[in-house]
């Protein structure tokens, strides 16, 4: 197999036939063919000689030691600014085998390093690219410092291998900085540096520490792939463009402390398996967590998130607490599992829980938000409460939630539990007006603890057709009804409508979620609570077109007369009515015209008497109907009346009318008393 040598012409010194890499591969810049390492002595110091401030320089493949790049750079020294001056610089595949030294160096043209090796230490520290940098494949196995350079063009480190420690802080790149692919074995720093352009560090691998502190990404920057088995620390560091970190893993300590991320911020897929640092770190844009893996502690404390923040099917592992993050936009936890306890602390303007999975106890605690827990799975118990007042920093500093400064309450919301087996849910404090709960599993084993706020009915009066209604009946509702009612035919105003729709719950499956709601209330001893559920479990079993006529009608009758023994007031008024009905008719045609007295007549055989005694029938009252209002009749009737209402006879004789008035009397008006005691009794039942 033929292999094939530099494509310059090059000095061969030591070539083995055959073999044409291993002699000396150095371009050739003397006379005599050889390259600048290998020349005579003479030929040396012509070439040299022949260099100026600015002129163009070719080493490519030259072994350039110490000494040989000592008198290169002093010949090119510009005397005004005691500064080397380089043109365009090749140093394609050149060896420097001693340390390499090019501090304050200026590259007015194009410099390449493409696959040269570094022995020793190399010095590029205060040097100037004007033109393209590249230091592609190139080996520092020495110390690599190029702190305080300036490059102005491209700089393309792609490849390059880093031995020992590399220094880029408070290095400026004006083009675009690639790194991708390189490999720091030691330490990285970039503190300070400036990246005006796009910066990226795909597939980059540091096995030592990273630091990145107080840097400044002006354009995009990319480290998708990047492994970072050491420290990482980006505190303070500014992306102003998009900052991409997708697939990275960080196996040491990940710190982006006080961060500012301008654009979208991704981290998606990223593997931190050490602890993972984001406190008071400020995301502009989006930021993306989706499917990232946390193993050991993840810290957002007092994170700030003016758009929305992703954390799609992220895997908690290690995390305690999980914030205050403090989001204007959508915390999104969907399909995210808690490895461990946690308890996370969010204000933000809407959260979701879809499908999220808490493997160990929760307590979840919010600000502002629309909380979505829809299909959520908790197998350990989970506590959703509203926060009243503001998170507060480690250091007992309230956090800032300036972003949330538009939103009209801090009372937190849950608008679905969906799909959730609520056998392991609390909620405490939370606004459940438009919660939808048809779906939820064991429903009736969810405790709703604190002052958790439902639905009302819409108040105030309300035209339909040619009549106006006045809507009485104050009550809890849930969402699921607000939008049934609000698509019926002359719908009462005040009804909210559905976000969709297509998914409106049906009278039927609306008792079933009333129902478990009253069982849950009464399981945990709140009687007066479970009242209003019970309400609508009644009214959706009266509205419902599958129930039965003669069902339907005995729920309309008991919700006519006492809104179920549910409504005092009603039963009460009935009663009164009742009893008023009854008096009317009693002192009208109830009462006999007079008291009749009993008739005895006797027959006497001897010693023997025979009586007998005869009750007149009672005289129907007759004259003017005004002339029976008298007080001896009022206090008559009324005695009857009260003596229904315990379900007694007075004694009393009456005409058949009143016989008949009293009978219907002593059956009804017991009746819509029980009704009113019952609802009183379930109004303060404890």
Not at 6 to 32: I, K
Not at 335 to 348: H, K, N, P, Y
Not at 507 to 520: E, G, H, I
Not at 636 to 655: A, E, Y
Request: proline letters at 4%; one cysteine or more; glycine letters at 10%.
């Amino acid at each position: 197999m033929t292999i094939a040598g530099p494509s310059w012409a090059h000095c061969g010194q030591g070539t083995v036939p055959g073999d044409p890499l291993a002699g000396c591969t150095g371009v050739t810049v003397t006379a005599s063919g050889r390259c600048l390492a290998h020349a005579e002595e003479a030929d040396q110091t012509a070439y040299l000689v022949s260099l100026s401030p600015g002129a163009d320089l070719d080493l490519r493949g030259t072994s350039v030691d110490e000494t040989l790049i000592g008198r290169v750079l002093t010949a090119m020294t510009d005397p005004a600014t005691r500064r080397p001056t380089i043109g365009n610089a090749r140093f394609d595949s050149a060896v420097f085998p001693g340390d390499a030294s090019f501090g304050s160096a200026t590259f007015t043209g194009h410099a390449w390093f493409g696959s040269a090796t570094f022995t020793e230490d190399a010095w590029f520290g205060s040097a100037t690219f004007t033109g393209h940098a590249s230091f592609g494949s190139a080996t520092f196995t020495g110390h690599a410092s190029f702190g305080s350079a300036t490059f102005t063009e491209d700089a393309w480190f792609g490849s390059a291998t880093f031995t020992q420690d590399a220094w880029f802080d408070s290095a400026t790149f004006t083009g675009h900085a690639r790194f991708d692919s390189a490999t720091f074995t030691e330490d990285a720093s970039f503190g300070s540096a400036t990246f005006s352009r796009d910066a990226r560090f795909d597939s980059a691998t540091f096995t030592q520490d990273a630091w990145f502190d107080s840097a400044t990404f002006t354009g995009h920057a990319r480290f998708d792939s990047a492994t970072f088995t050491g420290h990482a620390s980006f505190d303070s560091a500014t992306f102003t463009g998009h900052a991409r970190f997708d697939s990275a893993t960080f196996t040491g300590h990940a710190s982006f402390g006080s961060a500012t991320f301008t654009q979208d911020a991704s981290f998606e897929s990223a593997t931190f398996t050490q602890d993972a640092s984001f406190g008071s770190a400020t995301f502009t844009g989006h930021a993306r967590f989706d499917s990232a893996t946390f193993t050991r502690e993840t810290r957002f404390g007092s994170a700030t998130f003016t758009r929305d923040a992703g954390f799609t099917s992220t895997v908690f592992k290690g995390t305690s607490v999980l914030g205050p993050l403090v989001c204007a936009g959508t915390v999104n936890l969907s399909s995210a599992l808690f490895g461990v306890a946690v308890t996370v602390e969010v204000a933000a303007k809407a959260v979701l829980f879809r499908r999220t999975r808490w493997a160990q106890p929760a307590t979840v605690w919010l600000r502002y938000a629309d909380a979505d827990v829809s299909d959520a799975v908790a197998e350990y118990p989970v506590t959703i409460a509203a926060r009243p007042r503001p998170f507060t920093h480690v250091s007992g500093d309230l956090v800032d939630e300036s972003v949330l400064a538009g939103l009209a309450t801090v009372e937190a919301r849950v608008t679905s539990l969906r799909g959730v087996d609520a056998a392991q849910m609390i909620l405490t404090d939370l606004d459940l007006s438009q919660c939808l709960f048809a779906g939820t599993v064991h429903l009736n084993q969810l405790r709703l603890e604190g002052d958790c706020r439902f639905a009302a009915t819409p108040e105030g009066v309300h035209r339909r057709g040619r009549l106006w209604l006045v809507r009485c009946t104050r009550r809890r509702t849930l969402a699921e009804e607000h939008h049934w009612r609000h698509g019926l035919p002359r719908a009462v105003i005040g009804w909210q409508p559905p976000l969709i729709p297509e998914n409106v719950v049906q009278p039927r499956a609306l008792a079933a979620v009333y129902r478990a709601l009253r069982t849950s209330h009464e399981d945990s001893g709140n009687e007066p609570g479970a009242a209003d559920f019970y309400y609508g479990e009644m009214e959706m079993r009266r509205a419902d077109p599958r129930t039965a006529p003669g069902e339907r009608g005995l729920l309309t009758a008991y919700w006519a007369l006492s809104g179920y023994g549910l409504r005092a007031t009603r039963a009460l008024g009935w009663l009164l009515l009742a009893v008023a009905g009854t008096m009317l008719v009693m002192m009208l045609w109830g009462l006999p015209q007079r008291d009749t007295s009993s008739l005895s007549t006797g027959i006497i055989t001897g010693h023997r008497i025979t009586v007998t005694t005869d009750s007149p029938a009672p005289e129907n009252p007759t004259g003017p109907p005004g002339d029976r209002f008298t007080t001896e009749r009022f206090e008559k009737s009324l005695r009857i009346v009260v003596n229904s209402v315990v379900f007694r006879s007075s004694g009393q004789d009456l005409t058949t009318t009143g016989t008949y008035t009293e009978m219907a009397s002593r059956l009804t008006e017991p009746v819509l008393l029980g009704f009113a005691v019952l609802a009183v009794r379930g109004r303060i039942k404890r």
